[in-house]
Structure formats: structure tokens, C-alpha cells
């Protein structure tokens, strides 16, 4: 088994909590369940059938294949199971660039190759089918994407998904989606997994709900796939924290609502955020501008600069300098861009977009201080 550091989240659970401004985080901000009426309390459950109920519940609202999900402890322990439970040492995972760096460091520690495919920028982080295909090996058995795409906030394209799907028929590869930040767009709901054999999906109550201190998430998938997942979850977890799975099937039946006040909250936040794009010119024609390619359905935007590093080195100097955190472009494989975290709190969002567009001002005006 490989060593491998996951620096992104070493980072998020150290540096954005010492800075007064936080748009690092890529989920909704939590919801008061109690002022909306909702549940929020549980007693400690006596052994039954909470995961399995919850299960049900969740593979009903996604029409999942098979008619259930395997639940987890978040999404991170999903895609572990997915990784674990479907590679050997030796085989090739294909990750989509940018990304999100546990799909790159995870199938390291199983032994496998990791090479990636762009998605590229200029297309709307679509049109990838002929990069994917030209980096396919004989050895490759995984390749991950992500619907919504972490860190843009893009959909997959209908002809992205077909084309995945026959190459993942033909060459006998498997597909991870991850799905976590889905339910924060306007796509209807479901799994890319349904009515695709080869095709796995995860998700989770964190991102899109703000439900992330629950610590639910869950793997869709052919139900061999979950019996694979389950054995490496004996390793892991081995069950899901039982007070947590409760209050999830409890909030099973409002997560409607409770999507809708995510979606008012983004239709909110960004707008604002489009009008400073929009004040700052959203120019591409110089290294202290950045640009946003592609509007964003999800949690977050990614901004790109157009000099090498330039996005770490804005990163580094809105926390210096402001107290703000944005996440680095290197977590995603690009340094030249920062992802912009778009769930906040009204009045934390409000504040810290005060302060992004100060930096983002002196960023570009005072560059030989740098």
C-alpha cells in the first residue's frame, strides 16, 4: 500500500476556521431545522432496522438500481468503498482534470495508476469523450467524474454521459460518478446509476442539504457493486453512526424542502456573485484577472487567472492580506484558479463577497508588492 497525503482536506479542517472570512466551503450553509418546523431531534435508537429503512428511502427517491443504496459514513467513505471494493494493485483509474484530489489520492493507497483526462474549460467542462478515450489503456478498470463537477459546478452534457457509457461497454471499465453536489441544481432528481450497469454513483446529505455533521452519504450501484462495498465497509465504518441515520430517515420526507431552501439560497448568492464578476470585467486578458468560464448550477464557482500559479498565489494573498479563505486551484490540479464557495450564511456570504472584491482589486493593482 502507497502513502499518500490528501492536502485539500488536511487544508479545510485547519485554515479556513482561523480566518474571519470563510468561502472555502463547497457545502450549503446548515439549516436552523427547528425554525423551519422541521425535525431535529432524535432518542438513541435501540438495534433495528434504521439503516435498512433509510436505504429504502433514499434508493425510492432516486430510483436507484436494484432498490436500494448502501449507506455510508458521508461521501468520503463512499467513494472508499467504491475504490477499495472495485481495484486491484496494477489497474488504472482515469480522473477527470480539474478534480477533486481524494479521486486522484485514494486508488493510490490501493496500488493502482492514476492518470487523468481534461474536461476541458473552453467547452463548459464537457466534450471530453475524445481525451478520455485517447487515455484509455488495457489496464484501465475506473474512471471518475463528477455531476455536478467539482470544483465548476457544471453538468455532465447528455452527450458526455452516452458516450461514457458505450466506452464503458465496450472496454469493460467501470464509471464512479460522484453525485454529491446534484441536488443543489435544477437536474431532476435520480442517479446516473439507474439503467447503467457499469456505472457507480455516491452522494451524501452534506452538500446539498447541509446536513453535513450527520455524516450520511451512500453508494448507488448494480447490486453486486454493493455487495463488494459492503465487505470493505466491515474495514471501515462498519455501520453508519445509528442517532445519525435516525434523524436522516426522520428528514427523509422534507428533503424537499429542504432542497428548495438551497436552491433559493444559491439563486440568491449568486447573483450576487455574477455582479462582481461582472464589475470586476470577468477579463481573461491578464494575470490579475479572473475569469469564470462556465456559470455555475451548484455550491460552488471556479475562477481561473491567466498566469501559471496565479490562483494560489491570489489564495495565499486574500488570506494574508484579508482574512478571507478561498480554495487553491493546486487542490484541483490547476493553480491557476480558485474555487468559490457559494453556501454561506446570508450575512457571512455578504460580507465576505466585501472583502473577495477588495482583494481581488489589490490583487491587480498592486502587483509588484507581491
Known sequence: MSRVDLHHIAWSKIVPAGHRFDLADSAVSTPDLEALGLPHRVELPRAGRATAALEELLARRLSAPG?????????????????FAMLSPGDEVLVESPGYEPHRAVPRLIGAHMATFERPEAR???GFTEALERALRPTTRLVVVSHLHNPSGAPLGPEDI?????????NGFW????????????????????????????????????????????????????????????????IPSQPSVVLALALGP???TLRARTRQV???????????????????GGTAEPWCPV???????????????????????????????????RFFGDSRGIRVG????????????????RALAEFAAVPTVR
Open 67 to 83: 432498490g436500494r443504496v448502501m449507506v455510508t459514513a458521508g461521501a468520503s467513505e463512499a467513494n472508499a468503498c467504491v475504490f
Open 124 to 126: 463548459g467542462f464537457s
Open 162 to 170: 452516452e458516450a461514457l457509457d458505450r466506452l464503458a461497454e465496450r
Open 175 to 238: 464509471v464512479l460518478c460522484d453525485e454529491t453536489f446534484r441536488d443543489a441544481s435544477p437536474l431532476p432528481l435520480g442517479t446516473l446509476a439507474a439503467g447503467r450497469p457499469r456505472w457507480i454513483s455516491t452522494s451524501s446529505l452534506t452538500k446539498s442539504y447541509g446536513l453535513g455533521d450527520l455524516r450520511v452519504g451512500w453508494v448507488a450501484g448494480a447490486p453486486e457493486v454493493l455487495e463488494r462495498c459492503e465487505v470493505v465497509q466491515n474495514a471501515l465504518s462498519v
Open 254 to 256: 422534507h428533503l424537499d
Open 266 to 284: 444559491l439563486e440568491r448568492h449568486r447573483a450576487r456573485w455574477e455582479a462582481a464578476l461582472a464589475r470586476r470585467g470577468q477579463l481573461n
Open 295 to 329: 456559470p455555475s448550477q451548484g455550491t460552488t464557482s471556479w475562477c481561473r487567472f491567466a498566469g501559471e500559479g496565479k490562483g494560489d498565489e491570489f489564495a495565499e494573498f486574500a488570506l494574508e492580506r484579508f482574512d478571507l479563505a478561498v480554495t487553491p486551484g
Open 342 to 357: 457559494l453556501g454561506p450564511e446570508e450575512s457571512i456570504f455578504s460580507a465576505a463577497m466585501v472583502e473577495l472584491e
